[in-house]
């Protein structure tokens, strides 16, 4: 059984309320469908009722809406003062009005992240429609707010290849980290990987390989494995590594022979979001990998975000996770870890 499955399998157990501010959009409702069908959660659409339900028959879809929760941000209601009302609260040192509250909580995204902090909800899965993950990061931070003061929020995506899988981060919020933020970036995703059964190998990337090539961008790196060394001395960590020397024995042998690592990291930290966005990307699209997430990291409660460009099934799978992230359950990972490269001498 792979990875989606086994986490698949935990959300059936888990059988936790997922809100979707996107209530109306054609992909949401068609997921909607299949999560029911499977029972991966119990779906709360934020939309109009009647919009909702139309646009269910008009596609064809077989929604048991006995089962699905729905409300309407737009409408006046008891749960729609008593969001306002706490959103005040939250805000009123920031200079935000009780009228400006209530503005905001008419917007759908402040409304689900809203239902999450007050517990009427589990978890949100959002972003479909969104121009960026901010659209989704902001109120989250706003309201759920992070683990710890000063804490920074990251994106983690889970890369599914045919016989490896591997975390990549941050690919969707901190555009510049420096090393400090580099540090904290994978030490949430370490931990991430150990929730979903995975032992943490973290390689910090760079152009260089141990100080081969000397330049701030690469030493940017190489503080970050330091100070993450220093933190947690009892993760499996190296930097800075050439993305070869990361993944691929042989080649860790001849670069960086001493690398703890051997060239079987499955935690890759990039040195900035642009580089990680295109690594991304570039895995998937061309390597044929299943990308999951992001996975945003760092919250005190799971808010997870679509790339505008999902599919059916990203929505499912990105659904079940978040109903695995609500108790930070561990789990028994059953993929094999192997490198799809010969781990013998090859081309130079």
């Not at 959300?11 to 069908?37: C, D, M, N, S, Y």
Request: aromatic share 6%.
């Amino acid at each position: 059984m792979n990875l989606v499955e086994l986490v698949k399998e935990k959300a059936r157990k888990r059988k936790k309320r997922i809100v979707f501010p996107e209530g109306t959009e054609e992909r949401i409702l068609r997921a909607t469908e299949i999560i029911q069908k499977e029972k991966l959660a119990y779906p709360i659409l934020l939309g109009s009722e009647k919009e909702i339900t139309e646009a269910s028959r008009r596609l064809g879809l077989n929604i048991n809406f006995d089962k699905v929760e729905i409300y309407d941000p737009l409408k006046k209601t008891a749960q729609m003062e008593k969001y306002s009302h706490e959103f005040f609260k939250l805000r009123k040192s920031k200079g935000v009005t009780e009228e400006e509250a209530h503005k905001t909580m008419e917007n759908f995204d402040y409304y689900g992240v809203m239902m999450v902090q007050k517990d009427d909800a589990d978890g949100m899965v959002s972003g479909a429609r969104h121009a960026s993950t901010a659209d989704t990061v902001k109120p989250a931070l706003q309201i759920i707010k992070t683990k710890e003061k000063f804490h920074k929020v990251s994106g983690v995506f889970f890369m599914i290849l045919e016989k490896r899988l591997l975390l990549f981060a941050d690919c969707a919020v901190t555009i510049d980290p420096n090393s400090f933020d580099l540090a904290g970036i994978a030490e949430d995703t370490a931990e991430t990987a150990k929730r979903f059964g995975l032992d943490p190998r973290v390689a910090f990337l760079s152009f260089s390989t141990k100080g081969s090539t000397k330049h701030p961008m690469s030493q940017k790196m190489a503080e970050a494995t330091a100070i993450l060394k220093d933190k947690r001395p009892d993760l499996l960590v190296d930097g800075e590594l050439q993305v070869d020397a990361a993944l691929v024995p042989w080649v860790a042998e001849k670069k960086c022979p001493d690398s703890p690592l051997k060239g079987n990291a499955n935690v890759l930290i990039f040195p900035d979001i642009e580089a990680a966005n295109i690594a991304y990307k570039l895995v998937q699209r061309l390597a044929g990998a299943q990308a999951i997430g992001p996975i945003l990291q760092g919250l005190q409660k799971p808010i997870n975000d679509l790339s505008r460009g999902c599919s059916v099934p990203d929505i499912i799978t990105l659904t079940a996770f978040t109903a695995c992230e609500v108790l930070e359950p561990q789990y028994k990972c059953d993929l094999i870890q192997r490198d799809l490269v010969p781990k013998g001498p090859g081309p130079k």
